[in-house]
């Protein structure tokens, strides 16, 4: 029994460290959340099962929906469980779903994505389900609260995410745009390619010259390896549709251009790449 045992320890062990627990689980019985509201084996299984579902989350979503539903079983649709639900289903391919979910939570309770990771799926399913400024406006509060995030990668993705966002979807979202970039551009961990072209593509939108000039060693179209895809991925950027092929035509453009100091003829700045 005692192998049994301990690898149920184990196993609980590593996902109350994999998960954000929620802030109706931190406080001892008789402080509040769900301890008032159930008894105490039932607040005990439930915070269990959220633990569990997000220790599951990255590698078997399906396992940390199925923990989000007998969560809800026991607690109702509380918005904790919304919130690991919709994580789910993002990774699941279901980006509308999860963003109704995600929706229902916020408006239930607004503290509900202290999380920041949370924060980030979030604006991922906005910006999937085509409302884009939704995801403008939590991308912008993501960046707010980027030091939150311990995965300097996801830190970058999420300030090439929202420059990318903010020069498809804001009117003269250009000097924004670089504003997140040149964070970016201090730990690029990888990702010059993509932080480089989108900087590229915001200078030939905001009618600067001097663009070439500015790039250090220059990108190219390659770089960027394959477009990425169009739903959840953990290995590269979230673009909103129509940014890839801008940012291809700019990069190709830009390798064209053989003479030194070239300035791209962009006509007059609308804020959305064409």
């Known amino acids: 029994m005692l192998p049994l045992v301990l690898a149920v320890a184990l196993d609980l062990t590593t996902a109350a460290q994999a ?3 929620p802030r109706e689980c931190r ?3 008789g402080e509040g959340g769900v301890w008032v509201r159930m008894r105490g084996g039932d607040a005990q299984r439930y915070c269990e099962l959220l633990a569990r579902g997000y220790a599951r989350l990255a590698q078997t979503p ?3 929906l199925l923990a989000a539903r007998s969560a809800e079983a026991l607690a109702g649709p509380l918005p904790a469980v919304r919130v690991l639900a919709a994580r789910a289903e993002l990774r699941l391919g279901d980006g509308a779903l999860a963003y109704q979910l995600f929706q229902q939570a916020e408006v239930a309770d607004p503290q509900a994505f202290i999380d920041v990771q949370a924060l980030h799926d979030y604006a991922r399913a906005a910006s999937l389900t ?4 939704e ?3 939590l991308y912008r509060l993501l960046v707010s609260r980027l030091g939150l995030l311990d995965d300097p990668r996801e830190r970058a993705f999420v300030q090439i995410e929202a420059a990318a966002h903010v020069l498809a979807h804001v009117e003269r979202g250009a000097d924004e745009a670089l504003g997140y970039l040149a964070h970016a551009r201090t730990q690029p961990l990888g990702l010059s390619p993509w932080i480089e072209g989108l900087r590229l593509l915001a200078l030939r939108l905001s009618g600067r010259s001097g663009a070439r000039g500015s790039l250090s060693p220059p990108p190219s179209l390659a770089s960027l390896g394959t477009p990425p895809v169009s739903g959840f991925s953990a290995e590269s ?5 129509g940014l890839f ?3 291809a035509a700019v990069l190709t453009e ?6 030194p100091g070239v300035v791209f003829a962009g006509g007059s700045h609308k804020g959305k790449p064409r």
Request: charged share 15%; aromatic share 0%; no cysteine.
């Open 254 to 259: 830009h390798t064209a251009s053989a003479a």
């Open 237 to 241: 950027p979230l673009l909103p549709p």
């Open 19 to 21: 998960s954000p627990r």
């Open 130 to 133: 085509g409302k884009s400024m």
């Open 27 to 29: 406080g001892a019985v």
């Open 245 to 247: 092929a801008a940012l």
């Open 135 to 137: 995801a403008v406006r």
């Open 62 to 64: 399906q396992e940390a």
